[in-house]
């Protein structure tokens, strides 16, 4: 795949972030429980590598907070952006470079994106000198969050499946070519 496909590829999934959960949030539908702007960037991980991953799980919270004020501003877009980009960044690495099973690819970069947070609310409450508990965080948002978790435990794997089966690009990619 050439830099400026994956370049464009980037950009569509960073689009897909901002416009998905700005879908959500109009059907009532509530961005914490089912973590629309997750989906994207997981799969740009997966289907771009761990780069094209973490540009866009870095960038998407960044665009979207400023065009459409979701995530605000403080403490949640930093503790986004860190999440993200490491969930971009791990499914890359894990289903691209380690040659990981998809589902346990996605799992693994669910689960460290979510350690990553849970420094970053660490970090942040140390820094702004507020009382944040990491952990009950990581609870917090862990049992909110599980439907969006179950939706893409489920229809990722589909989707990246469909979308290599039909892509000679990122079929290349996966292939190493």
């Not at 109009?26 to 997981?42: C, D, E, N, R, Y």
């Not at 503790?79 to 693994?108: C, D, F, H, T």
């Amino acid at each position: 795949m050439s830099s400026t496909q994956k370049l464009i590829g980037v950009a569509m999934f960073i689009a897909l972030g901002v416009v998905l959960p700005l879908a959500f949030h109009l059907a009532g539908a509530g961005g914490s429980v089912f973590l629309p702007m997750h989906i994207p960037v997981l799969m740009a991980g997966l289907l771009l590598g761990s780069q094209g991953g973490l540009a866009a799980g870095a960038l998407t919270p960044v665009l979207s907070s400023l065009l459409t004020g979701m995530p605000p501003l403080l403490p949640v877009l930093p503790i986004m952006v860190v999440e993200l980009g490491v969930y971009g960044l791990s499914a890359g690495y894990l289903y691209q470079k380690r040659n990981v099973p998809l589902v346990w690819s996605l799992v693994g970069a669910m689960l460290t994106g979510r350690l990553a947070a849970g420094l970053a609310v660490a970090a942040i409450g140390g820094l702004l000198q507020i009382k944040i508990q990491p952990l009950a965080y990581l609870l917090g948002v862990f049992s909110t969050g599980l439907p969006g978790m179950a939706i893409q435990l489920i229809f990722i794997p589909l989707l990246v499946k469909k979308l290599q089966a039909g892509s000679v690009t990122f079929r290349q990619v996966k292939n190493g070519g």
